[in-house]
Structure formats: C-alpha cells, structure tokens
C-alpha cells in the first residue's frame, strides 16, 4: 500500500536530505525574526511609544499588516476547496502548497493584534470579559474558527502522505506513526477520508468569507469617514482572495525552483492561475472604482478631506502606487499570457502582494489623520520597530512554511497518484456524462 | 437619576486654558515632555482647539474647549471588546484602567478624538498627585471622567451628613476653574436647572450632531460671529 511511485521520488527528496540552500534560507530569515524578536522585547519595556504612532493615527503598521496577511490566508483553504469541489483535476499539486499558506499565515496574522495591544498581558480579558457588541470579538470568533477548520482541512489530506513516510523513511518514526492515525490504506479507510475531506471543503467556504467579512467590520462598523462603508466586507473579501492567490503563486514558484518540481507545476498551471489573478484584478479594480466614486459624488466634507489626502496629499505615493501594482501592472502582465506565462504570472503576482500591502495601509491610516475636529495633526511614519516587526513577521512565515516542507511533501504524493491511476478514467467517465447519449464515439467529442 | 452634562459658551471662552491646567491637576494627566509632545502624543483630557476664523479679515482665532463630550449614544463604547469603556447609568462615559488591554479601538472609533493613550510610562504615583484619582499605567486608554471622583465624594459626604446632594455640589474641575463662567455643569434631566436651561437656548448646539451620537457637551455658539 506505501510504494511511491519511483516518478514521485523527488517529492520526498526535500524530506529525506536537507542541501545548503536550506541553511542559507534559515539563517537568513533567522536574521530578520531576530530584528523584530529585538524589536518587541523594546516595545514590551518601553511601552508603544517606540513605534511611531500617535494621536490621532493609533493605528499603523501592525493593523494593516493584520488586515494583510489574514488576506493573505485566503489563498489556501478557499481555493483549495474550490477547486476539489469543482473537481478540477489541475488542482493535485497546488491544493496543499495553499493550504499551508493559510493556516501559517493564520498564526502571523492573529499575532499582528498581540503586538498591537497595549497591554498584551491582559489579552485573557477578551475571553475573561468578552463583549460581542465589539467587532474585535467578532474577529477573535472568526478566526479561530477558521483556524481549527483550516488545520483540520490541512491535516485530513495529508494523512496518506504521513503513513507513506512512517513505512518508508527511518527518522521521526514516532511523529509520524502518531499523525498517521493507523493509516493503512484500505477501501474502507479512504472512503472515510474522502468524505471527511468533502465535508471540510464545503464548511470552510462560508467561513473564509465570514473571515474577511467581519476583519473589514472593524473598520465599517465605525463612524469614520471612508472607513462607514457598506460595501466593505465584499471588498475586503475581493482583496483577500486577491493576495491570496499571488502569495499561492509566489509560494509554488520558489518551491518549483528550489525543489525542482517542474515536471509537477507545469506553465499550464500558472496560466491558470494568472487567469484566475486576472479575474480578481478586474474585480478589485470594480470595487475600489464604485467605492471611491460614491465617495467623490456624495462630497461629504469630511469623505473629502481624506479623499484628497490619498488622491493628491500625503498618502498619494502610497495611493497611486496601490493602482500601478495592483491593477496597471497586474493587467499588462496577464492579459496574454501564450508566451513567458511564467515570468508574467511571477512579475503580476510580486506587485499585487505590495499593491494589496498598500492597499490596506492607505485604508487604515489616512482616515485616522483627518480628525473631524480642528487637531494638529502628524503624519504617521514608522520606526525601525515596525518595520523590525514587518520583517519579522513575513520571515517568520516563510520559516514556518519552510519547515513545513521538510516535515511533510509540499506537494500530496497520493493525490498525485490518484490521478494517475483514477483521475484520468474518471474524467473520461465524467465527460461522457455530459454528452449526448446518442452519440457512441462520446469520448471523442472534446 | 440625574443625567450629567456641561455646557461651554463659546463667546466667554478666552482660550486661557484654566481648565486645561485644572483638569491636568486634578486628574493626575502627565505631561510628557516637549519630545514626546512634537510626536503628538500630549495628554489632554480638556483640550482647547483653535481655528482660524476665515471669515475674519484680521484672521480671529477662535477656541474650542474639548472635553470627553459624554455621548449618549458613544461610538467608543461599542467596539470596545472587553467592557473596559461603558456608559454608565447617570450618562457619564467611563473607562476601566484596570480592565483596559489597550487596542485602542476606542480612539479609532471616537469621532471627537477625545481619547488618549499612554504610549510610555509617563507618570508613576508620588507626592502631589491627587489621592483619588489612580495613576495610569502605560499601554492603556484613557479619558475625561466628569471628574466622576468628585460625584462618588460629594455623595458620601451628603450620605454622611444625612442628606440630598446639592445641584452644585459636584462640579468638575474646569467648570470650577473657568474664570469667565463659560463653562456650566450640572444636571440635564432636570429641566430647572441652570445647564437645561442653557442647553435649551436658541445659541445651542452639539459637536457633530449629524452623526447621531447625542452629546451630553452642548456648545453656545458666538453671537457676533454668527450674525
């Protein structure tokens, strides 16, 4: 039951032996953990006032980088469950790469509000005396629900692979004897199993969207100008599954490059995907079009005074820049995509991950600056702590995603194989559904 | 149940900022020093903003004393997760240092900025500071109280003395300090009493009525600038 394929040996190549790129990739980003470790431990003694907010923008860099990389998790489980649902055979070497995203970033995400906290040694009180009144709690709820569902997502998929490396390899043998559940492979076992993992893709769905949803609530659910807005939650969601599918896409390409997975992520499946990054650009571009023009047409002075700000004040690199990367750029790149699909999709997937970065940034703090009463205000700029933590945060989710991989196969051995073996007979069955049945040589007809 | 509330005459402030130092006196508000200052991080419960008039030819300046305007209906208080900033029952806007975990929702969500955090230590207790109201610690939201301190005291000492509290007998700091009277406190349920009456004038009006969040600050608007 646990033979590989000899094809597949390189899938479990990164486990069984670790190259020098490995240690590089580990010191390198150790650095950056160590920078923002020194970071906070300033931050704890001294109090927030090492970071560079103030009155009125008391949030900065921390609030948009959890807005971002909560976005950023929408990458996996969502796509993953799209794509098993809709059974699309291209999905086999994509679906766990994405899965790992999500509940990695998950942690890094939910992290961004620790380190945001004033007193971070006073977080029990959000469960002590929890308040569902606040948005906050509403994002606490959702997230660890889409936390637990995504681990669950994660694990259920991954459950052959591990009994694979209990037979086959030597080390861990503990670790992976306990996770492998007793797997042994029988019809009875993966009847289960793909069941269970039918039942996972459907729950996760509505959650992921109920994610987003209530993280942009924090913002909408107040009074402030250019933050009251109703159309928010599908906006953000948009936005989400947006960066979501450039980080996916970034993911695969530096694991198809560093593993030499080629012959398994293949151009066909960035073309795919840059399609799919296409579709969400022109649907981003829809949504910050309606959402800024309504604001422009209603020429509520207080909407303005921020409105002006990103448009031709202080924000406007930051502004002009999120429509170049995240939309300009994006389109250029992945409207034809027959020649260089790769370095097109790679090109369009790095700027929508800035654009959408600052996408989140000239939403939190432009309309902090413009209090509605006569303030002396101040533009916000970081300090070496943020920026510190910034860093940090993002090496600390490479490091987690990397070491993933020397954990477990990036990419699902047995799915692989089932398609080989079951995939192929399957959509010949499946297309033959779908046509007339008059017709006797149906299977020709595609 | 009385229903505390203030009204400031804006054609009797002077902008000499009594109040401001009254408030900072009584309610322990540290000063944190010209550097954190230039970052924008002054504590001010009371703060008097200032605006040019441009209307004016000679460019008036035109004051506006701003305290934690004690909303009926507060925006802050809502997003607030763990109940550490409510409205109480008499209308004051409270907030619990002790409770406070400092994600400053509730400066994010207040419309009139009235909220302040403590970005450092900025003060620890020590001789001088007023007993009864407690130092706050760094990391945590805080606020305008109405003085809520000098409610809770001028209560014992009627209860003491077996009897009714005054209408008078609890005024905030800056309301005590104003030495031009602007700025009158006192009980709004009650329709006699000199801030209803005030507040029912045709010179009325409340910060940012449009938002709905029914301020229990009312402003008297100047006279001559208006017309």
């Given at each position: 039951?646990?033979?590989?394929?000899?094809?597949?040996?390189?899938?479990?190549?990164?486990?069984?032996?670790?190259?020098?790129?490995?240690?590089?990739?580990?010191?390198?980003?150790?650095?950056?953990?160590?920078?923002?470790?020194?970071?906070?431990?300033?931050?704890?003694?001294?109090?927030?006032?090492?970071?560079?907010?103030?009155?009125?923008?008391?949030?900065?860099?921390?609030?948009?980088?959890?807005?971002?990389?909560?976005?950023?998790?929408?990458?996996?489980?969502?796509?993953?469950?799209?794509?098993?649902?809709?059974?699309?055979?291209?999905?086999?070497?994509?679906?766990?790469?994405?899965?790992?995203?999500?509940?990695?970033?998950?942690?890094?995400?939910?992290?961004?509000?620790?380190?945001?906290?004033?007193?971070?040694?006073?977080?029990?009180?959000?469960?002590?005396?929890?308040?569902?009144?606040?948005?906050?709690?509403?994002?606490a709820?959702?997230?660890?629900?889409?936390?637990?569902?995504?681990?669950?997502?994660?694990?259920?998929?991954?459950?052959?692979?591990?009994?694979?490396?209990?037979?086959?390899?030597?080390?861990?043998?503990?670790?992976?004897?306990?996770?492998?559940?007793?797997?042994?492979?029988?019809?009875?076992?993966?009847?289960?199993?793909n069941?269970?993992?039918?039942?996972?893709?459907?729950?996760?769905?509505?959650?992921?969207?109920?994610?987003?949803?209530?993280?942009?609530?924090?913002?909408?659910?107040?009074?402030?100008?250019?933050?009251?807005?109703?159309?928010?939650?599908?906006?953000?969601?948009?936005?989400?599954?947006?960066?979501?599918?450039?980080?996916?896409?970034?993911?695969?390409?530096?694991?198809?490059?560093?593993?030499?997975?080629?012959?398994?992520?293949?151009?066909?499946?960035?073309?795919?995907?840059?399609?799919?990054?296409?579709?969400?650009?022109?649907?981003?571009?829809?949504?910050?079009?309606?959402?800024?023009?309504?604001?422009?047409?209603?020429?509520?002075?207080?909407?303005?005074?921020?409105?002006?700000?990103?448009?031709?004040?202080?924000?406007?690199?930051?502004?002009?820049?999120?429509?170049l990367?995240?939309?300009?750029?994006?389109?250029?790149?992945?409207?034809?995509?027959?020649?260089?699909?790769?370095?097109?999709?790679?090109?369009?997937?790095?700027?929508?991950?800035?654009?959408?970065?600052?996408?989140?940034?000239?939403?939190?703090?432009?309309?902090?600056?413009?209090?509605?009463?006569?303030?002396p205000?101040?533009?916000?700029?970081p300090?070496?702590?943020?920026?510190?933590?910034?860093?940090?945060?993002f090496?600390?989710?490479?490091?987690f995603?990397?070491?993933?991989?020397?954990?477990?196969?990036?990419?699902?051995?047995?799915?692989?194989?089932?398609?080989?073996?079951?995939?192929?007979?399957?959509?010949?069955?499946?297309?033959?559904?779908?046509?007339?049945?008059?017709?006797?040589?149906?299977?020709?007809?595609? | 149940?009385?229903?505390?509330?203030?009204?400031?005459?804006?054609?009797?402030?002077?902008?000499?900022?009594?109040?401001?130092?009254?408030?900072?006196?009584?309610?322990?508000?540290?000063?944190?020093g010209?550097?954190?200052?230039?970052?924008?991080?002054?504590?001010?419960?009371?703060?008097?903003?200032?605006?040019?008039?441009?209307?004016?030819?000679?460019g008036?300046?035109?004051?506006?004393p701003?305290?934690?305007?004690?909303?009926?209906?507060?925006?802050?208080?809502?997003?607030?997760?763990?109940?550490?900033?409510?409205?109480?029952?008499?209308?004051?806007?409270?907030?619990?240092y002790?409770?406070?975990?400092?994600?400053?929702f509730?400066?994010?969500?207040?419309?009139?900025?009235?909220?302040?955090?403590?970005?450092?230590?900025?003060?620890?207790?020590?001789?001088?500071?007023?007993?009864?109201?407690?130092?706050?610690?760094?990391?945590?939201?805080?606020?305008?109280?109405?003085?809520?301190?000098?409610?809770?005291?001028?209560?014992?000492?009627?209860?003491?003395?077996?009897?009714?509290?005054e209408?008078?007998?609890?005024?905030?700091?800056?309301?005590?300090?104003?030495?031009?009277?602007?700025?009158?406190?006192?009980?709004?349920?009650?329709?006699?009493?000199?801030?209803?009456?005030?507040?029912?004038?045709?010179?009325?009006?409340?910060?940012?009525?449009?938002?709905?969040?029914?301020?229990?600050?009312?402003?008297?608007?100047?006279?001559?600038a208006?017309?």
């Amino acid at each position: 039951m646990a033979e590989v394929d000899t094809r597949d040996a390189i899938l479990l190549a990164p486990i069984e032996q670790t190259g020098r790129g490995f240690y590089w990739a580990l010191a390198l980003l150790s650095l950056a953990i160590l920078w923002g470790g020194i970071a906070y431990a300033v931050q704890l003694n001294e109090g927030l006032g090492v970071t560079g907010l103030h009155q009125p923008v008391s949030w900065g860099f921390y609030v948009t980088n959890f807005v971002f990389f909560i976005g950023i998790s929408h990458a996996g489980t969502l796509i993953s469950a799209i794509l098993r649902l809709s059974r699309a055979e291209w999905r086999r070497p994509i679906t766990r790469m994405a899965e790992v995203i999500t509940v990695m970033v998950l942690f890094i995400g939910a992290g961004q509000i620790l380190v945001d906290l004033g007193r971070p040694d006073r977080v029990m009180n959000v469960i002590r005396h929890g308040r569902y009144q606040s948005p906050l709690l509403w994002d606490a709820t959702s997230i660890s629900a889409y936390l637990t569902a995504s681990l669950v997502y994660l694990y259920l998929p991954m459950i052959p692979d591990i009994a694979l490396l209990r037979d086959r390899l030597g080390k861990r043998k503990l670790l992976y004897t306990v996770l492998a559940l007793g797997w042994r492979g029988t019809k009875r076992q993966k009847k289960v199993l793909n069941r269970a993992i039918s039942v996972m893709a459907i729950l996760v769905i509505p959650i992921a969207v109920s994610v987003h949803t209530v993280v942009s609530f924090v913002f909408s659910m107040t009074l402030q100008p250019m933050w009251h807005s109703t159309i928010f939650g599908p906006y953000f969601v948009v936005g989400a599954i947006y960066s979501g599918i450039a980080a996916l896409i970034v993911a695969m390409l530096i694991f198809r490059k560093a593993y030499g997975l080629q012959g398994y992520l293949k151009p066909i499946h960035f073309r795919y995907l840059g399609q799919l990054l296409l579709v969400m650009s022109l649907l981003w571009f829809y949504f910050t079009f309606t959402e800024y023009l309504t604001g422009y047409y209603g020429g509520e002075v207080e909407e303005m005074k921020v409105f002006w700000g990103k448009f031709t004040g202080p924000f406007w690199p930051f502004f002009w820049g999120m429509v170049l990367t995240n939309f300009l750029i994006p389109l250029l790149c992945l409207v034809r995509l027959h020649r260089h699909s790769i370095g097109k999709v790679l090109t369009a997937s790095v700027s929508v991950l800035v654009g959408m970065w600052l996408e989140r940034f000239t939403i939190v703090v432009p309309t902090l600056s413009y209090p509605r009463l006569p303030f002396p205000g101040g533009v916000y700029w970081p300090t070496w702590v943020e920026l510190g933590e910034t860093a940090a945060s993002f090496a600390l989710f490479a490091l987690f995603y990397l070491l993933f991989t020397k954990l477990f196969p990036i990419i699902s051995v047995w799915e692989i194989q089932e398609g080989r073996e079951m995939g192929l007979k399957e959509v010949e069955e499946r297309l033959l559904t779908y046509l007339p049945e008059t017709a006797e040589g149906g299977a020709h007809g595609s | 149940m009385a229903l505390w509330g203030m009204v400031i005459d804006l054609d009797r402030c002077t902008g000499c900022q009594a109040c401001v130092m009254a408030c900072k006196a009584e309610n322990n508000v540290p000063a944190v020093g010209a550097k954190e200052a230039n970052r924008g991080r002054t504590i001010s419960w009371m703060q008097v903003l200032t605006e040019v008039d441009e209307h004016d030819p000679l460019g008036k300046v035109r004051f506006l004393p701003r305290p934690c305007l004690h909303c009926d209906d507060p925006p802050c208080t809502r997003v607030c997760p763990v109940y550490a900033t409510y409205r109480n029952p008499e209308g004051i806007v409270a907030q619990i240092y002790a409770r406070c975990i400092g994600c400053r929702f509730c400066m994010a969500a207040c419309p009139y900025n009235a909220k302040y955090f403590n970005w450092r230590t900025y003060l620890t207790e020590g001789p001088g500071q007023n007993p009864d109201v407690s130092v706050r610690s760094k990391g945590v939201v805080e606020k305008c109280t109405f003085c809520h301190h000098r409610l809770q005291k001028a209560r014992e000492r009627a209860l003491a003395e077996g009897r009714e509290m005054e209408p008078g007998e609890y005024i905030p700091a800056c309301a005590e300090a104003c030495p031009t009277r602007a700025i009158v406190f006192g009980d709004l349920s009650d329709p006699d009493s000199e801030v209803a009456k005030l507040a029912r004038s045709p010179r009325a009006f409340r910060l940012q009525e449009e938002l709905g969040t029914r301020p229990k600050v009312i402003y008297l608007t100047e006279g001559e600038a208006r017309g």
